[in-house]
């Protein structure tokens, strides 16, 4: 068997159905690959199964959360002639929040001391 273990992000909201009595909750990660002139995205279609897919994780699987997931890897050609990378996942942990577009809250200004006039000698002994 073989076991690939990748991070990225979700690309959309996942899919929970039920096929022949069982749960599948099925989702996209989008990898980041390469660097520079050379960077591209590769998408996993990921399949989660059974109890897994049936709890609360799949409430947390929407688009643009951090995943971190674990599995076999087989990939699947599609009558169009293209290849996608397919991974019935073993394990899928949130490692970071959504990425939101929202600004962040604003952040309060930074408190700074004023000294006291007439107290420049002392301070300037004050090592740190």
Do not use: H
Request: hydrophobic share 35%; net charge negative.
């Amino acid at each position: 068997m073989n076991i690939l273990t990748a991070t990225g992000n979700l690309g959309q909201d996942c899919e929970v159905k039920n096929l022949n009595g069982s749960t599948v909750c099925n989702f996209s990660v989008a990898m980041a690959a390469g660097f520079g002139d050379k960077a591209q995205t590769v998408w996993l279609d990921c399949a989660i199964w059974g109890k897994q897919a049936e709890g609360a994780l799949p409430s947390y699987l929407v688009k643009g959360q951090q995943v971190a997931v674990s599995g076999e890897l087989s990939t699947f050609d599609a009558t169009s002639g293209k290849t996608y990378l397919k991974l019935r996942c073993n394990a899928v942990d949130l490692i970071g929040g959504k990425n939101d577009s929202k600004p962040s809250a604003p952040q309060p200004p930074k408190q700074t001391q004023q000294q006291a006039p007439g107290n420049d000698d002392f301070d300037s002994d004050v090592p740190f």
